[in-house]
């Protein structure tokens, strides 16, 4: 968990091909991305459908169909070109970003403290947020994100095996009805006969993507990083200041991090996607 969850078993890999999942409160969308070691993700397929409701259905039921039949496009059309790019259809890995009507987030801030310093370590950090967490009744943990890190007053990116007398976290959680995610995931296993799925919220893989793409901007504040985290979820990138500066992000900021080899128009949550998973798939970051 952190800045960068730990996505994937860390086995040094060059390449890796996976499927992104983008869960919406109005449509769902899906694409076949390929990383290589070193260079820019490649986004082969992509796809959008919308989320159509029936009479007196609800969004989960509708949501869940618009699943299934963008699972299906995507391996129909999709994979065809993967193997055609990579030598194989077969993805690694799934990632499935949920932001729907039915997500509840939270935020809270962890201070850990001794009177000698120590080494800051991953499974102290695991620790922390395992002692703390607090999930609602009849809900799942889509993910628990460590927005901010602060070793001796000082933030930093890469906290970890690092000496430390005191060190505050800052978690971003986000929660979803067990059962509806019981069937997002029964779907995506069906379709991809994988067990390797990483679940994430929409709000926090889409700011720490877009901190990703202006790493030397001034980064918010305890008190201010909620107001961040919702502008990056409106693609803005909110920048500390007197007033915060308020910055659109736009497909062309990625355009050079991401490469699309589809004549699809850009898709945002997708490329933001693909740049995430890239981050966590060939760095050791937390």
Avoid at 29 to 50: E, Q, S
Avoid at 244 to 255: D, N
Wanted: aromatic content about 6%; charged content about 25%; hydrophobic content about 40%.
């Amino acid at each position: 968990m952190g800045f960068f969850t730990d996505l994937f078993k860390k086995d040094k890999k060059k390449s890796e091909s996976a499927v992104l999942i983008d869960i919406g409160p109005d449509s769902v969308a899906g694409a076949y991305v390929h990383h290589t070691k070193d260079a820019a993700p490649i986004l082969l397929h992509t796809n959008r459908i919308p989320i159509e409701f029936r009479d007196d259905e609800s969004y989960e039921r509708a949501m869940l169909r618009a699943l299934g039949e963008l699972g299906n496009n995507l391996i129909r059309e999709g994979a065809p070109i993967l193997a055609r790019a990579t030598g194989s259809g077969r993805s690694d890995n799934i990632v499935v970003s949920i932001d729907t009507p039915l997500q509840e987030t939270s935020m809270r801030t962890e201070d850990f403290e001794r009177g000698e310093a120590f080494i800051f370590t991953k499974n102290i950090a695991d620790t922390m947020l395992q002692r703390t967490r607090a999930i609602p009744d009849g809900k799942s943990l889509i993910d628990e994100s460590i927005v901010s890190a602060v070793l001796n007053g000082y933030e930093t990116r890469n906290p970890y095996e690092k000496n430390a007398r005191k060190v505050s976290l800052t978690i971003f959680s986000s929660f979803i009805d067990e059962e509806i995610l019981e069937s997002v995931i029964s779907t995506l296993r069906e379709l991809y006969l994988t067990e390797n799925i990483l679940k994430i919220a929409g709000k926090a893989l889409r700011y720490q993507a877009i901190r990703s793409l202006f790493p030397h901007e001034p980064k918010p504040d305890s008190s201010s990083l909620e107001q961040a985290i919702d502008a990056a979820h409106s693609w803005k990138l909110w920048i500390p200041g007197n007033p915060p500066k308020i910055v659109e992000v736009l497909p062309s900021h990625i355009s050079g991090l991401v490469r699309q080899a589809t004549l699809t128009p850009p898709d945002m949550p997708l490329l933001l996607m693909a740049l995430y998973n890239q981050e966590h798939s060939f760095n050791e970051k937390i």
